[in-house]
């Protein structure tokens, strides 16, 4: 299936498979710096979170995904220029095809980019392979749901990149909501991309919450797409 994407949609979509494709093979230098640096925090403060997510040793690669985001990252960076010469009557700039196994892998690695710029991490955890490298199995799988689920030692990581949501209080399980006008930009349109390539899949409903002032993507013979 062709998807058309403005040029914001376009260099976010690269950006996004850049980023995650580190973060799929277990390392959280990328996503440590794409969260602190979009939230302001100082460069000291991104250092010591990755350190922090490193140190728990809790996760492992998932090559499946990882070698997926560089298959949907090849196949953005060889999108056809669609650029029109009246921007107002075409806004799409960029055309890209893949099968709808790699359109629906898209749509999972946004959901999850968009999830832990709202400061969801606990999607980290559910999102990596669990470590297999780490104590014995009763005490890594004791260690991962703590991390997980209640954000034992790496909640100090998000209160390190995301400063914002420490000065809320909201807990571990506290994070921005979609429209909150706090969360990053790049959350929104991240979001507002993964519905519309899972409608056209029909893997979700046809109706998104507009939160950006971009245009939907255009999929090819996909229409009905409703904006809240």
Not at 73 to 92: F, G, Q, T
Not at 167 to 191: H, M, T
Request: net charge neutral.
């Amino acid at each position: 299936m062709f998807i058309q994407f403005t040029e914001k949609q376009y260099k976010l979509f690269v950006r996004i498979m850049q980023v995650m494709q580190v973060f799929y093979g277990n390392d959280f230098s990328s996503i440590c710096k794409e969260v602190g640096e979009t939230y302001g925090a100082k460069k000291a403060d991104i250092e010591n979170a990755y350190t922090i997510l490193t140190e728990v040793m809790v996760t492992g690669p998932v090559p499946t995904m990882q070698k997926a985001a560089r298959k949907i990252l090849d196949a953005a960076l060889s999108a056809v220029d669609i650029k029109s010469e009246v921007k107002d009557e075409n806004p799409y700039t960029r055309l890209i095809e893949t099968d709808e196994a790699g359109w629906l892998q898209a749509a999972d690695i946004l959901d999850v980019y968009s999830r832990i710029l709202m400061g969801q991490f606990g999607i980290i955890y559910e999102s990596l392979d669990i470590a297999t490298s780490y104590g014995s199995d009763e005490i890594r799988l004791q260690a991962y749901h703590d991390a997980r689920w209640g954000g034992v030692g790496v909640i100090e990581a998000r209160e390190l990149l995301i400063p914002q949501l420490k000065a809320l209080r909201v807990g571990w399980n506290g994070n921005f909501g979609i429209s909150n006008p706090g969360l990053a930009y790049n959350s929104k349109l991240s979001y507002e991309m993964l519905k519309v390539i899972r409608y056209a899949y029909g893997k979700g409903d046809n109706t998104v919450l507009k939160v950006t002032g971009e245009p939907f993507l255009r999929a090819q013979g996909v229409a009905g797409i409703r904006a809240l």
